[in-house]
Nanobody, 121 residues
Framework: QVQLVESGGGLVQAGGSLRLSCTAS????????MGWYRQAPGRQRELVAT???????TYADSMKDRFTISGDNAKKTVFLQMNSLKPEDTAVYYC???????????????WGQGTQVTVST
């Protein structure tokens, strides 16, 4: 089994910063792709940022100038540095990973439990 454990959420004032982290544990041969999505109340889950094991990144347009995703392949950990936070960034942030559990297995998808980020005015 694979688990994604997130940390770093919390309450911050507008303009502030937070750093989220997510570590994948369990039987993992490679973590091919990790990322962050978020879901605000009453809204669909949306992409925040992703990173491949090779370091290629993707960002949602509305966040690419304020958020930075990075990863540590050896530790199977992904980070999301969020700066200049706005009240509209308030959401539950979910870690997502696509992993290969063994050399011969296919790719499996996993979600973390989510961490709440609240940005006050």
């Amino acid at each position: 089994q694979v688990q994604l454990v997130e940390s770093g959420g919390g309450l911050v004032q507008a303009g502030g910063s937070l750093r989220l982290s997510c570590t994948a544990s369990g039987t993992i041969f490679t973590a091919n792709f990790m990322g962050w999505y978020r879901q605000a109340p009453g809204r669909q889950r949306e992409l925040v940022a992703t990173i491949t094991s090779g370091g290629s990144t993707t960002y949602a347009d509305s966040m690419k100038d304020r958020f930075t995703i990075s990863g540590d392949n050896a530790k199977k950990t992904v980070f999301l540095q969020m700066n200049s936070l706005k009240p509209e960034d308030t959401a539950v942030y979910y870690c997502y990973a696509v992993v290969r559990r063994t050399l011969l297995s296919g790719l499996d998808h996993y979600w973390g439990q989510g961490t709440q980020v609240t940005v006050s005015t």
